[in-house]
């Protein structure tokens, strides 16, 4: 497992959370735990919940956790890390430190570049982090900060690198203190313990290192003797979605340039990039492309992969979909999550084996047959509940399989796809095509009911500018055949080829979704927003530069700042929102609204109160997201 923020830090060192995190993967069959990445010094602190490496708090924690995983076999190493330019001062307080005064695209923070004494105090800073490694019983040390464009990786690079002394200029300059830091390493961790290196393969931009020049890096460093493997990445903060891309995205992208540095050197070679099924593991391998398979994502989705793969169980691994909630969710200052693994983050409470046997086996109906709805259909069929799933429509995966339909979206149907045959093998009664009713219902003669009836896009027009409107009338025309909710354009009630205007009200992934939809099957969309920046909430799962790009080279214009003031026929009238000015836009097919849902809660209100136990989840309770409607779901069924 490869390393990775969880935002599980309290008071900058690990927790009993972390335990928990770092054992649920070693007891499933990880063989190698790469911890996440802990600071060398203070001024790598870009928010609160990091660890420091260098805090002898860190010892008895490291110890905790290696307790725990050595139980299964486990190696277990740390990280230390220093993010240089790539951070901000905002929680530290302290100066942002870089080899060169050369500001990171992400925090655009002008650093202090490092005197030597700096550089000295950061050698020092790795020192110290790899001798609490080895007090508190740690395997070994991974290097890091010479992927993804951190300090060491600005000192390697000449585009960040402009320094005229002993640490600048010729490779063997800019090398010098990522080989005087692996050397301190060393003789900290002495000849016993693993000594790894996390790099980049390719920084993939202008004026960085590419994949020839990180394999003579790599090579130079294996010469030394000092490393016993090479963990390779890709990606700065100039292109983070060569980091940790959101789907679309090659699996296994970064293979090729990775090939190049174990061409290159004599040690084992780590490698990563969107490998989510065991089958593209072992092609890797097979490939001769890497020694070993890490993987980060992955292992969040479902911590016991490397069983599930050895027993032959591929098809129940949960896939990662590559959503990137996991980035959203720490974004958010929130812990570490998955948008359908419920444990990710809170294995103690809902990790592998806490799914206990119901005191008593009840009658169950779980109405809705979308995620939240299956995902609480099958924890209650776990434990020992008769269960019988209702869905109004054909199929099983409520807007999960909406979304899914943009071309970009499809591994999104992998959340679906994954719970629907789990449903199946636990022996769940599916009935498709079906509308519970509350006479229905209570002549089933059910115990418990759970309504996961999920929610229906607005069309009224407004958006949070107006809140005074929002229970009066709509803005004049949306009630036009023309005008769609971003459900309806989904479910594809837009013609293929129109002229398409998606208003975006909410500043999230929908309207986007719909733009590509539509744009996919012919039509020329304008995206308007009343927002000064089209769907910023992509901001969390740092997909916005690539989903723009994309929809940009499929001919969708973007129009912000823009009121909706109603709809004549294809006219729609706009207005500028700071200038008051008015814009007109003519001959629009199709007017497609993404204005946030309302949650459709009537049946609970009709069950609610008398007979059954009655439970409302996801959309139906308030539409928000699939992790929290799959996360409501395991916890009601829980509760039964």
């Known amino acids: 497992m490869s390393a990775h923020a969880t935002l599980l830090v309290k008071d900058h060192v690990f927790t009993d959370e972390h335990v928990a995190y770092y054992e649920e993967r070693a007891k499933h069959g990880v063989a190698v735990i790469t911890m996440e990445a802990m600071a060398v010094h203070e001024t790598s602190l870009p928010y609160r919940g990091k660890a420091l490496a260098f805090d002898p708090r860190m010892v008895p924690q490291f110890r905790k956790i290696a307790d725990a995983v050595h139980r299964h076999g486990a190696l277990l190493l740390a990280q230390p890390w220093h993010r240089g330019r790539e951070t901000n001062s905002v929680a530290s307080g302290v100066p942002v430190w870089a080899p060169s005064a050369v500001p990171c695209a992400v925090y655009r923070e002008m650093p202090h ?114 490393i016993d493997y090479v963990s390779c990445s890709h990606g700065t903060y100039l292109n983070r979605m060569l980091i940790y891309p959101t789907s679309p995205e090659s699996h296994g992208f970064q293979m090729a340039a990775t090939r190049k540095v174990k061409q290159a050197v004599d040690r084992p070679v780590v490698g990563v990039g969107r490998i989510v099924t065991p089958a593209e593991a072992e092609k890797h391998l097979a490939q001769g492309d890497c020694d070993f398979v890490a993987m980060a994502r992955a292992l969040i989705a479902d911590p016991e992969w490397v069983a599930k793969a050895q027993r032959g169980e591929g098809e129940d691994i949960r896939p990662c979909v590559g959503a990137n909630w996991c980035m959203s969710s720490i974004f958010a200052q929130a812990p570490i999550a998955c948008i359908h ?47 019988t799933l209702y869905e109004r429509s054909h199929e099983l995966g409520g807007q999960v399989r909406l979304w899914s339909r943009a071309p970009s979206r499809t591994e999104l149907a992998g959340v679906a796809d994954w719970l629907e045959r789990q449903v199946v093998k636990a022996g769940v009664d599916i009935r498709l095509q079906t509308v519970a009713t509350e006479a229905m219902l209570r002549a089933a003669g059910y115990e418990t009911i759970i309504v996961a009836t999920g929610s229906a896009g607005l069309r009224h027009g407004w958006t949070p500018l107006r809140p005074e409107k929002w229970n009066g009338a709509p803005v004049p025309g949306t009630d036009q055949p023309n005008v769609l909710s971003y459900m309806d354009a989904l479910r594809e009630q837009a013609p293929p080829g129109a002229r398409a205007l998606v208003y975006d009200g909410l500043g999230g992934r929908q309207a986007v979704v719909v733009a590509e939809y539509l744009a996919s099957r012919g039509a020329a969309v304008e995206f308007v927003t009343w927002l000064g920046q089209a769907a910023p909430d992509l901001a969390a799962s740092r997909d916005w530069g690539k989903t723009f790009g994309m929809l940009r080279r499929m001919g969708v214009t973007f129009t912000t ?13 706009l207005r500028d929102v700071y200038t008051s000015e008015q814009h007109v836009r003519n001959n629009i097919d199709t007017i497609v609204l993404a204005l946030g849902a309302e949650a459709q809660d009537a049946l609970f209100h009709a069950l609610h109160g008398s007979g059954p136990e009655v439970r409302l989840i996801g959309d139906a309770l308030a539409p928000r997201r699939a992790d929290a409607a799959i996360r409501e779901g395991e916890i009601a069924a829980r509760a039964i």
Request: net charge negative; with cysteine; aromatic share 2%.
């Open 113 to 226: 570049v490092m005197t030597i004494a700096d550089i000295d105090t950061i050698r020092e800073g790795y020192r110290l982090s790899a001798r609490h490694a080895r007090d508190g019983g740690l395997d070994g040390v991974e290097v890091h900060s010479m992927a993804h464009g951190y300090l060491l990786n600005q000192f390697l690079s000449p585009a960040t690198n402009h320094r005229t002394d002993a640490f600048g200029g010729s490779l063997e300059n800019r090398l010098r203190l990522v080989m005087e830091i692996i050397q301190a390493t060393r003789e900290e961790c002495g000849p016993d313990m693993i000594v790894g290196v996390r790099i980049n393969s390719d920084d993939g931009h202008e004026g960085g290192l590419r994949p020839d020049d990180w394999a003579e890096v790599a090579a130079r460093m294996t010469a030394s003797g000092l």
């Open 341 to 387: 693994n419920p444990a990710a983050g809170n294995e103690r409470q809902l990790g592998a084996g806490t799914v206990t046997q119901a005191a008593r086996a009840k009658k169950v109906a779980v109405v809705g047959g979308g995620p939240g709805g299956m995902r609480a259909a099958l924890t209650a069929a776990q434990r020992g509940h008769q269960v």
């Open 561 to 573: 700042d823009m009121e909706l003031l109603g709809i004549e026929g294809g006219t729609v009238r």
